[in-house]
Nanobody
Framework: QVQLVESGGGLVQAGGSLRLSCAASGRTFSGYDMGWFRQAPGKEREFVACIRWTGDFSYYADSVKGRFTISRDSAKNTVSLQMNSLKLEDTAVYYC????????????????????WGQGTQVTVSS
């Protein structure tokens, strides 16, 4: 079992930055691939970014590529999402998720791949 707790959300003006963190506890964090997803009101939860358990590969949704950066610190059991140049359309609840690296089912960009989810943190971008 892995417990995930997100933090760092808040209200920011368009063009600003936020850094989200996800703290993991429970089983060995280093063996898990991690992802960030978001859900805006009235919309489905969508993929934002993911990072391999080794930290050497990451992937981004086209909508955030070049603006967001995912990283992980296995020593601290955390995964972060640095969000720059925020846009109004980035407003959503952001969730981190974890899946054992050995899982070979759904692609890591698919929310169905993930076994564990945090409770989410609200990000609101204002004009």
């Amino acid at each position: 079992q892995v417990q995930l707790v997100e933090s760092g959300g808040g209200l920011v003006q368009a063009g600003g930055s936020l850094r989200l963190s996800c703290a993991a506890s429970g089983r060995t964090f280093s063996g898990y691939d991690m992802g960030w997803f978001r859900q805006a009101p009235g919309k489905e939860r969508e993929f934002v970014a993911c990072i391999r358990w080794t930290g050497d590969f990451s992937y981004y949704a086209d909508s955030v590529k070049g603006r967001f950066t995912i990283s992980r610190d296995s020593a601290k059991n955390t995964v972060s999402l640095q969000m720059n140049s925020l846009k109004l359309e980035d407003t959503a609840v952001y969730y981190c998720a974890a899946v054992p690296n050995s899982y070979s089912g759904y692609d890591r960009r698919d929310r169905r791949a993930y076994d564990y989810w945090g409770q989410g943190t609200q990000v609101t971008v204002s004009s």
